[in-house]
């Protein structure tokens, strides 16, 4: 087998759709057709079953992939090994979870391009579970998220605590004047939500209702027209222009602080820009 035959294999896994894995990887899709059968002849077995929209992995390709996302990434730490013999240099493609990228990240990022500028840096949000699959699934090479963490594959730091703070509208001067929650979260899977659904539990205040809504300017909005309530860091609510048209109220330390975590996989070849950028995020 070649490297390219399994990053074809790997596009097509993971989009589902040879079409959609031609265009990720700039190709006719009769060549990743092609490929994919001759991949198929020379292990003597089929890898996907064809379906009008798309594909969908057989039991054999999915054998393959684990093998695939470990040959690929031991070719790249290889070559980034290789290639990291001076200063930090390269691409780095960190996820975060919106709030942090929001207040948290803006600064340090600045500092870590001033720093190494050779370092092609990307990042991408979204919710804790969703950056926690695609850290596993080799899309991105370090994430900072929030909430429990079990998987034996990453490996676990702290980077910062959060006050989590209750965002309701102006006129609520205590939370418990409240009656049938509507909690106005960006996610429904991210890690505030459950934090903020632990002590509703807590507090007997049920029944609550959650609505996703997909901005943080959209939960504030929303808020100070009394359409629910949020629970957000302090840092990113704690504003002159925020306060003037919402209510912010602290909870008990248990349920009030949040942690954020930075993770990433366990290596003994960490790059020069993965150290570089975890020595800047994470709490010493």
């Given at each position: 087998?070649?490297?390219?035959?399994?990053?074809?294999?790997?596009?097509?896994a993971?989009?589902?759709?040879?079409?959609r894995?031609?265009?990720?990887?700039?190709?006719?899709?009769?060549?990743?057709?092609?490929?994919?059968?001759?991949?198929?002849?020379?292990?003597?077995?089929?890898?996907?079953?064809?379906?009008?929209?798309?594909?969908?992995?057989?039991?054999?390709?999915?054998?393959?992939?684990?093998?695939?996302?470990?040959?690929?990434?031991?070719?790249?730490?290889?070559?980034?090994?290789?290639?990291?013999?001076?200063?930090?240099?390269?691409?780095?493609?960190?996820?975060?979870?919106?709030?942090?990228?929001?207040?948290?990240?803006?600064?340090?990022?600045?500092?870590?391009?001033?720093?190494?500028?050779?370092?092609?840096?990307?990042?991408?949000?979204?919710?804790?579970?969703?950056?926690?699959?695609?850290?596993?699934?080799?899309?991105?090479?370090?994430?900072?998220?929030?909430?429990?963490?079990?998987?034996?594959?990453?490996?676990?730091?702290?980077?910062?605590?959060e006050?989590?703070?209750?965002?309701?509208?102006?006129?609520?001067?205590?939370?418990?004047?409240?009656?049938?929650?509507?909690?106005?979260?960006?996610?429904?899977?991210?890690?505030?939500?459950?934090?903020?659904?632990?002590?509703?539990?807590?507090?007997?205040?049920?029944?609550?209702?959650?609505?996703?809504?997909?901005?943080?300017?959209?939960?504030?909005?929303?808020?100070?027209?009394?359409?629910?309530?949020?629970?957000?860091?302090?840092?990113?609510?704690?504003?002159?222009?925020?306060?003037?048209?919402?209510a912010?109220?602290?909870?008990?330390?248990?349920?009030?602080?949040?942690?954020?975590?930075?993770?990433?996989h366990?290596?003994?070849?960490?790059s020069?820009a993965?150290?570089?950028?975890?020595?800047?995020?994470?709490?010493?």
């Amino acid at each position: 087998m070649e490297i390219s035959d399994l990053r074809i294999f790997l596009a097509v896994a993971q989009q589902g759709s040879i079409s959609r894995a031609a265009e990720e990887l700039h190709y006719v899709q009769s060549n990743v057709t092609a490929r994919i059968k001759q991949l198929e002849e020379r292990l003597g077995t089929v890898l996907f079953h064809r379906k009008s929209r798309g594909v969908v992995m057989t039991s054999s390709g999915q054998l393959l992939l684990d093998y695939a996302q470990r040959i690929i990434r031991l070719t790249k730490e290889a070559e980034e090994v290789i290639r990291d013999q001076g200063e930090p240099k390269g691409r780095l493609l960190i996820g975060s979870m919106e709030t942090t990228a929001a207040v948290r990240l803006p600064p340090l990022l600045a500092s870590y391009h001033r720093l190494y500028p050779k370092v092609e840096l990307s990042l991408v949000t979204g919710s804790s579970a969703e950056l926690l699959k695609r850290l596993l699934d080799y899309q991105i090479d370090g994430a900072l998220v929030a909430g429990e963490i079990s998987q034996e594959a990453l490996l676990v730091e702290k980077a910062h605590e959060e006050e989590m703070v209750l965002v309701t509208p102006p006129d609520v001067d205590d939370p418990g004047q409240l009656a049938n929650f509507k909690i106005l979260v960006l996610r429904a899977d991210c890690a505030c939500r459950a934090q903020l659904e632990k002590w509703l539990h807590s507090t007997g205040r049920l029944p609550y209702q959650i609505i996703e809504i997909g901005s943080i300017e959209g939960i504030i909005g929303c808020v100070a027209a009394g359409m629910g309530v949020g629970f957000m860091p302090r840092s990113v609510v704690d504003k002159a222009h925020i306060r003037k048209i919402c209510a912010l109220h602290s909870l008990p330390d248990h349920f009030g602080t949040l942690t954020t975590w930075f993770v990433r996989h366990h290596t003994d070849n960490t790059s020069r820009a993965m150290q570089a950028f975890r020595d800047l995020v994470v709490a010493e």
